[in-house]
């Protein structure tokens, strides 16, 4: 039954699945007890969301070098073509028209934030079934998060039980998502004063009553220890005097921003003082607003028209091709005619939205529902369509009624991208089509295999 439940495309590590899985279901008391013991070293940790700890699998996602090596590439490709296009978005006025961004975001979004690299922290998502074969499902590099869900989950299952047994075969680790985030805030920081100043005031910033407080709480620590005052502020509660951003009586040096660059310009009567200080170039802000230009889902389908991304290579267009899904506005009558009578191929996503707020999915809709949905967007919202990617799954130990069982999960794979290299994973699963935490999916350990 085990090997049933693991398909071809997890050969590369379908060892340490099935050893993972088979002890499990040999020893059932020992290891739902093991799991009692993981889950409340989770609830003790800072691994919580609006309050509440995270839902998390026991079982882990396991990555080997194959895998990595993998990772290391297409984020190398995919960073250099996105830094193309933020640069020609920055000295072409009609590749930038494509956006049609509000004024105020267009003027942010040129502002030079005084170091070279346009999205000095992402998370690309995607669907990956360890192959060559892997899509792209969005790109998160406006806000960032994500980072205090994985790490403490991932610690507290390496010191499970089952993981001790699998480490007399194999040298088992997780990827360290802090440290090195917070050595490249610093470096932009470097880049940006040019200065000896290694020690700047920092602000972490985004409105107040977020869900990812926790997080945020975790880096002040860590930039603290690190010999950096820090605060963990409001964007409205910064003022800007004298040539000097304040909070309090605190002088603001670095701000790493979290709060999303849509609803800075949205709330930007509330806010100004923090956009003139970045428009004076009086703060180092990380990270920059023209971020967004590629955070915006309207992106795939700018890169899908050939005609408007000549600036390309061959090489990176085969790229886009193969790697990202078929995208459109729906806005398009032709596009619309051909989602409307072909439901179950197309995804329905708000350009500027997250957390998968307002996503269709045709499949999981009647054809009058479909049709429904259509209609209501159309009157309010900007709308993409793109092609239904068939989320990839796995088999995957769950508890129920205290007894191990093996069930298949749908997932989706983060992958964190520091300055343009690849740092770390970030997986969710579920059994939606819609995988993200609104609809009851769970976050999933990632780990790094190694024969002993």
């Known amino acids: 039954m085990i090997e049933e439940n693991f398909n071809n495309p997890m050969k590369s590590i379908l060892p340490i699945y099935k050893e993972f899985s ?33 839902d998390f ?35 072409n006025p009609v590749f930038r028209s494509y956006f049609n961004f509000p004024s105020l975001m267009e003027e942010l979004i040129l502002i030079d934030p005084g170091y070279a690299m346009p999205f000095p922290v992402a998370r690309f998502d995607l669907f990956y079934s360890y192959n060559d074969d892997f899509m792209f499902c969005e790109l998160n ?13 991932e610690k507290a299952v390496l010191s499970s039980q089952i993981l001790k047994v699998l480490q007399k075969k194999y040298r088992i ?81 670095l701000i790493y921003r979290r709060s999303l660059t849509f609803e800075m310009c949205e709330r930007a009567a509330e806010v100004g003082d923090v956009l003139d200080a970045y428009a004076d170039g009086n703060v180092c802000m990380v990270g920059p607003f023209r971020s967004h230009v590629i955070h915006n889902k309207r992106i795939f389908s700018i890169l899908h028209d050939k005609t408007k991304t000549s600036f390309l290579s061959a090489e990176e267009q085969v790229f886009i091709e193969q790697h990202i899904p078929f995208t459109k506005e729906l806005s398009d009558p032709d596009t619309e005619m051909q989602v409307r009578t072909s439901k179950d191929d197309y995804i329905l996503k708000p ?16 054809q009058e529902e479909w049709e429904r949905i259509i209609d209501s967007i159309q009157k309010k919202d900007s709308y993409l369509v793109q092609q239904f990617i068939e989320p990839p799954t796995i088999p995957c130990i769950t508890f129920r009624d205290e007894k191990p069982i093996l069930e298949e999960y749908k997932y989706i794979t983060g992958l964190f991208v520091y300055n343009g290299r690849f740092h770390g994973l970030y997986t969710r699963a579920g059994t939606s089509n819609v995988i993200a935490s609104m609809t009851g999916c769970r976050i999933m350990p990632n780990l790094y295999v190694r024969k002993v």
């Open 173 to 253: 680790s997780y990827f360290e998502l802090f440290l090195p985030w917070i050595e490249e805030l610093l470096g932009c920081y470097a880049e940006y004063s040019n200065s000896l100043l290694t020690k700047p005031n920092i602000a972490i910033m985004d409105w107040e009553g977020v869900a990812t407080i926790e997080e945020f709480k975790v880096f002040q620590q860590m930039l603290m220890r690190r010999g950096c005052r820090t605060v963990i502020c409001d964007p409205r509660d910064l003022k800007y005097k004298n040539k000097k951003l304040y909070f309090l009586d605190t002088p603001i040096d």
């Open 351 to 366: 350009m500027d939205r997250y957390a998968a707020k307002g996503v269709f999915v045709g499949i999981d809709h009647s």
């Open 57 to 91: 699998h026991y079982q882990p996602m396991f990555f080997d070098s194959t895998d990595i090596q993998r990772f290391e590439n297409l984020v190398s490709t995919f960073s250099s073509i996105l830094k193309k296009v933020i640069q020609e978005y920055l000295k």
């Open 22 to 54: 088979n002890e499990i279901l040999k020893h059932p008391k020992k290891y739902y007890e093991d799991f009692k013991l993981v889950e409340e070293a989770v609830a003790n940790s800072t691994a919580r969301y609006k309050g509440q700890p995270i």
């Open 141 to 153: 590099t406006d806000g960032t998060s994500g980072m205090n869900e994985s790490n403490p989950i």
